[in-house]
Antibody, heavy 116, light 107 residues
């Protein structure tokens, strides 16, 4: 069955960096569009970034543009999110999500806490 | 960015009730709208896409309607597992955006 397993979350100071990973299994990863979404504690859902199957088309939310970088390694069935210049407001559960127009399959999420 | 406004923000209802949640877009999005259900501590689950197409495996008591700027999610007869938070999402353009959510709890 489809599985998306995020890792790499944790506690980081403002201005710091973190790299999230998502291990995909149960489907042909290289055929699918992927996304990162996040949810701050007690808040709603926010789309963060999108990447097409070949990695040639990428979009970001304005709130993370210039600070976050999405990438993928189809040979390793993995999706990544490099997060730099982290801010307190980036604190959230980050989800790895499969889908192009809609978000059909979600991982369980990894918590990123930005605090001094 | 396209803004989505859900109403109400919260709703109390009983098992067996029929409930309706609205989602209004700040500009026309044709039928490029999806609905999700999120239970506490879990990731969201896709219920409906293209405004009214039920995702595979979703019970038929869920239905969606609308086009343009006004959309509706209806649950025909609430079951205990339906008490959750519901979000609409537009996929007409980037950035993908969500409504603020509607929390449905037991009366």
């Amino acid at each position: 069955q489809v599985q998306l397993v995020e890792s790499g979350g944790g506690l980081v100071k403002p201005g710091g960096s973190l790299r999230l990973s998502c291990a995909a299994s149960g489907f042909t990863f290289s055929d699918y569009y992927m996304n990162w979404l996040r949810q701050a504690p007690g808040k709603g859902l926010e789309w963060v970034s999108y990447i097409n199957p070949r990695g040639s088309t990428i979009y970001y939310a304005d709130s993370v543009k210039g600070r976050f970088t999405i990438s993928r390694d189809n040979a390793k069935n993995s999706l990544y999110l490099q997060m730099n210049s982290l801010r307190v407001e980036d604190t959230a559960v980050y989800y790895c999500v499969r889908g192009d127009w809609v978000f059909q399959r979600w991982g369980q999420g990894t918590l990123v806490t930005v605090s001094s | 960015a396209i803004q989505l406004t859900q109403s109400p923000s919260s709703l109390s209802a009983s098992v067996g009730d029929r409930v309706t949640i609205s989602c209004r877009a700040s500009q026309g999005i044709s039928r490029a709208l999806a609905w999700y259900q999120q239970s506490p501590g879990k990731p969201p689950k896709l219920l409906i896409l293209d405004a009214s197409t039920l995702e595979s495996g979703v019970p038929s008591r869920f239905s969606g309607s609308g086009s343009g700027t006004d959309f509706t999610l209806t649950i025909s007869s609430l079951q205990p597992e339906d008490f959750a938070t519901y979000y609409c999402q537009q996929f007409n353009s980037f950035p993908r955006t969500f409504g603020q959510g509607t929390k449905l709890d037991i009366k």
